[in-house]
């Protein structure tokens, strides 16, 4: 299983590796005890918005359907896949 940590420092999906490319299907999931943190994307690294909300200790399928990624607040997100 390969893993990537995303902080509030945009990410561009198109110079990542397998499974960290847009429209692959990852596993997003929050560490955090306490708190939601937010997996924001966009088309072109200025306009955000939510592409899942996730509650504290969580994790969800998300699909990376666009070109930049990013954690809406400092905290770290990891995004699992194989």
Known sequence: MRSLPVTNTSIDLSKQKV??????TVIAKNPVDTGTLVLQHSDDNTNWSTLVSL???SEAQVN???RY???STAATIYLNGN
């Open 55 to 57: 509650p504290a200790s």
């Open 19 to 24: 499974p960290f490319l847009p429209n692959y």
């Open 69 to 71: 990624i990013r954690c």
């Open 64 to 66: 990376l359907d666009k």
